[in-house]
T-cell receptor, first 114, second 113 residues
């Protein structure tokens, strides 16, 4: 049973508009969340993260929102650019686990149209 | 800066053959990880090494073994490859706690016929 789910396999957005990628989790012990971006034939690269003690974290065009009561997080990209076209993975971690293992969602493919 | 280097990039095996995937990092990271990525499944953890000298099972360890050769190197071995192990394999490393993001290699695409 997947503990981290990204229910939208793909998302298409016009350049300059907002992209919203969503992620849901079931494990209430998760206390740290990350978003990774992946281009074809490359490894995932870290984008932004958020601790469970916060509900928002912003870095330039990227903002992550966390709703602990709903066990939901989202990544907002404003404005979207064609170079943002990639697969986005959300990931979660329990702070207490040895090795700080990450549990990943299945990914959302974002396509930003010029 | 090489970061995390994986070899080979591509490999085709026959069922029953053995193979070792190599991973090396030059960032002096303590923890290293092996994942597999399958369509729609995201990345699933196979094995990890929290520090030099230790290894532990992840979510999908069956059919694999690992060796943390030294602080830099973490290898993944398939003793008897099966078609279900056809996947893209990623190695990652991290310096410290969860606040430090994992850094990934570019992957090994493995096909087993």
């Amino acid at each position: 049973d997947q503990q981290v789910k990204q229910n939208s396999p793909s998302l298409s957005v016009q350049e300059g508009r907002i992209s919203i990628l969503n992620c849901d989790y079931t494990n209430s012990m998760f206390d740290y969340f990350l978003w990774y971006k992946k281009y074809p034939a490359e490894g995932p690269t870290f984008l932004i993260s958020i601790s469970s003690i916060k509900d928002k974290n912003e870095d330039g065009r990227f903002t992550v929102f966390l709703n602990k009561s709903a066990k939901h997080l989202s990544l907002h990209i404003v404005p979207s650019q064609p170079g943002d076209s990639a697969v986005y993975f959300c990931a979660a971690s329990e702070g207490s686990n040895a090795g700080n293992m990450l549990t990943f969602g299945g990914g959302t493919r974002l396509m930003v149209k010029p | 800066n090489a970061g995390v280097t994986q070899t080979p990039k591509f490999q085709v095996l026959k069922t029953g053959q053995s193979m070792t995937l190599q991973c090396a990092q030059d960032m002096n990271h303590n923890s290293m990880y092996w994942y597999r990525q399958d369509p729609g499944m995201g990345l699933r953890l196979i094995y990890y090494s929290a520090s030099e000298g230790t290894t532990d099972k992840g979510e999908v360890p069956n059919g694999y073994n690992v060796s943390r050769l030294n602080k830099r190197e973490f290898s993944l071995r398939l003793e008897s490859a099966a078609p279900s192990q056809t996947s893209v394999y990623f190695c990652a490393s991290r310096f410290g706690g969860v606040e430090q993001p994992q850094h990934f290699g570019d992957g090994t695409r493995l096909s087993i016929l």
